[in-house]
């Protein structure tokens, strides 16, 4: 049955991605229901080479307004991310060079394409604000500052905090959100969504927008992911459960079923599109007693599977998780790598793997108890190994890898 066109967009103002709408639902509800196709972006700074599933929750979004027919722009911000979001900070970022920048973000549109459309008639358009932002002169620069006071700016939660626990603030940290506000200025959109810890910045451009083209940018935030029990953001590289959407389906799956029981219900609710009725019901079932949690999570980690490689590769990943985790066989397909040296010590082995990035972490998963040599558990950090040809190396959980 054909939905209506005033359905989906019901469906769009009350997505159970969005948090809040600025400057209200109707707003946003009044302008999809005109004529007009807006122009929509959300922008992203490169400072990882991967895009994550904290991140898809607004390509998700935004799908829906692109199937509407409405303009997607997706701004990369090579200019910004070299300066550093002061977002969520108790210390100033460490600036990163225009290289790296460009370098991290050139496998972005092979992360998102099975989400938004990159080709045909309203494909993604891909921009840099370096394009405006490096040829701004000190006389723009300065009327663009006169825009803001630092009153605004130190309402921030985290410039308080660091007022309160006495240290720095950096006057490029009070740039940072007038330059992102400027992007909605240069590219004179619409409506802007991303995260909820955005929304300052957002809003700041949603006041540029204003002043300096005299219309009103619709800013939309999404929900994001937290884990309920810690409060902290679950897609973190420091703080444990960073699923890339660049991993492997294998890694994916994995990756999905470490994940803490406790934020099955939200990932299926920001990160995937099955239907609110059916997660009403994943959320009754996790309430029961009776039902394994790992079975529901096996459920999630092939919709997201599924979502990025397609329904016969995430069934192939769920037989593979379980042939490692529940029948304890090695992998179909094991990395290997060639160790020159007869004896070795165990950090510069673990090294060698390319499936560590240092001593340090090397060190403290020997340590941790997490690295098996031919089936053995290794517990000292200082230990020389033997190299034996066909050996396995088993890093964590989910890492293999056969020396030659």
Same mark, same amino acid.
């Given at each position: 049955?054909?939905?209506?066109?005033?359905?989906?967009?019901?469906?769009?103002?009350?997505?159970?991605?969005?948090?809040?709408?600025?400057?209200?639902?109707?707003?946003?509800?009044?302008?999809?229901?005109?004529?007009?196709?807006?122009?929509?972006?959300?922008?992203?700074?490169?400072?990882?080479?991967?895009?994550?599933?904290?991140?898809?929750?607004?390509?998700?979004?935004?799908?829906? =307004?692109?199937? =509407?027919?409405?303009?997607?722009?997706? =701004?990369?911000?090579?200019?910004?991310?070299?300066?550093?979001?002061?977002?969520?900070?108790?210390?100033?970022?460490?600036?990163?060079?225009? %290289?790296?920048?460009?370098?991290?973000?050139?496998?972005?549109?092979?992360?998102?394409?099975?989400?938004?459309?990159?080709?045909?008639?309203?494909?993604?358009?891909?921009?840099?604000?370096?394009?405006?932002?490096?040829?701004?002169?000190?006389?723009?620069?300065?009327?663009?500052?006169?825009?803001?006071?630092?009153?605004?700016?130190?309402?921030?939660?985290?410039?308080?905090?660091?007022?309160?626990?006495?240290?720095?603030?950096?006057?490029?940290?009070?740039?940072?959100?007038?330059?992102?506000?400027?992007?909605?200025?240069?590219?004179?959109?619409?409506?802007?969504?991303?995260?909820?810890?955005?929304?300052?910045?957002?809003?700041?451009?949603?006041?540029?927008?204003?002043?300096?083209?005299?219309?009103?940018?619709?800013?939309?935030?999404?929900?994001? =992911?937290?884990?309920?029990?810690?409060?902290?953001?679950?897609?973190?590289?420091?703080?444990?459960?960073?699923?890339?959407?660049?991993?492997?389906?294998?890694?994916?799956?994995?990756?999905?079923?470490?994940?803490?029981?406790?934020?099955?219900?939200?990932?299926?609710?920001?990160?995937?599109?099955?239907?609110?009725?059916?997660?009403?019901?994943?959320?009754?079932?996790?309430?029961?007693?009776?039902?394994?949690?790992?079975?529901?999570?096996?459920?999630?980690?092939?919709?997201?599977?599924?979502?990025?490689?397609?329904?016969?590769?995430?069934?192939?990943?769920?037989?593979?998780?379980?042939?490692?985790? %529940?029948?304890?066989?090695?992998?179909?397909?094991?990395? %290997?790598?060639?160790?020159?040296?007869?004896?070795?010590?165990?950090?510069?082995?673990?090294?060698?793997?390319?499936?560590?990035?240092?001593?340090?972490?090397?060190?403290?998963?020997?340590?941790?108890?997490?690295?098996?040599?031919?089936?053995?558990?290794?517990?000292?950090?200082?230990?020389?190994?033997?190299?034996?040809?066909?050996?396995?190396?088993?890093?964590?959980?989910?890492?293999?890898?056969?020396?030659?």
């Amino acid at each position: 049955m054909k939905i209506k066109k005033s359905e989906k967009i019901e469906e769009i103002i009350n997505s159970r991605y969005i948090e809040r709408i600025y400057p209200s639902k109707e707003k946003l509800k009044e302008v999809l229901s005109s004529q007009k196709k807006i122009t929509i972006y959300v922008g992203v700074d490169p400072t990882g080479a991967d895009l994550h599933l904290g991140h898809s929750t607004n390509f998700l979004f935004l799908k829906k =307004l692109q199937k =509407l027919g409405h303009k997607v722009i997706f =701004l990369i911000g090579d200019f910004t991310a070299q300066i550093g979001d002061p977002t969520g900070k108790s210390k100033s970022r460490k600036p990163i060079a225009h %290289k790296q920048v460009l370098i991290n973000c050139r496998e972005y549109k092979k992360q998102v394409q099975e989400i938004l459309e990159f080709g045909g008639k309203n494909a993604v358009i891909f921009k840099f604000n370096s394009k405006w932002l490096s040829p701004l002169n000190l006389e723009k620069i300065i009327g663009l500052m006169s825009r803001a006071t630092v009153g605004q700016m130190i309402k921030r939660d985290m410039f308080k905090k660091r007022i309160k626990e006495k240290k720095e603030i950096f006057f490029h940290e009070f740039l940072y959100p007038l330059l992102q506000g400027y992007d909605s200025v240069a590219m004179r959109v619409d409506a802007e969504v991303g995260g909820n810890d955005q929304t300052f910045n957002m809003m700041v451009g949603r006041d540029l927008v204003r002043d300096y083209l005299d219309k009103e940018k619709i800013v939309i935030t999404t929900k994001l =992911l937290i884990n309920p029990k810690t409060q902290k953001k679950l897609m973190s590289k420091s703080e444990g459960g960073f699923v890339a959407l660049s991993d492997d389906p294998n890694q994916m799956y994995g990756k999905v079923m470490a994940l803490p029981d406790e934020v099955i219900s939200s990932v299926f609710s920001l990160c995937t599109e099955v239907s609110d009725s059916e997660i009403k019901k994943i959320e009754k079932d996790l309430k029961q007693k009776g039902i394994n949690p790992k079975n529901i999570k096996s459920k999630l980690a092939k919709e997201i599977v599924k979502i990025y490689y397609g329904g016969k590769v995430a069934e192939k990943a769920e037989k593979e998780f379980s042939k490692i985790f %529940k029948d304890k066989k090695e992998p179909s397909v094991i990395i %290997k790598v060639k160790i020159k040296e007869k004896e070795i010590n165990i950090l510069d082995l673990l090294i060698k793997t390319g499936q560590v990035d240092s001593k340090a972490n090397a060190k403290r998963l020997v340590i941790q108890r997490a690295i098996k040599i031919e089936g053995k558990l290794k517990e000292d950090w200082k230990e020389q190994i033997k190299i034996r040809k066909g050996a396995i190396v088993k890093i964590g959980k989910r890492r293999f890898v056969k020396l030659t």
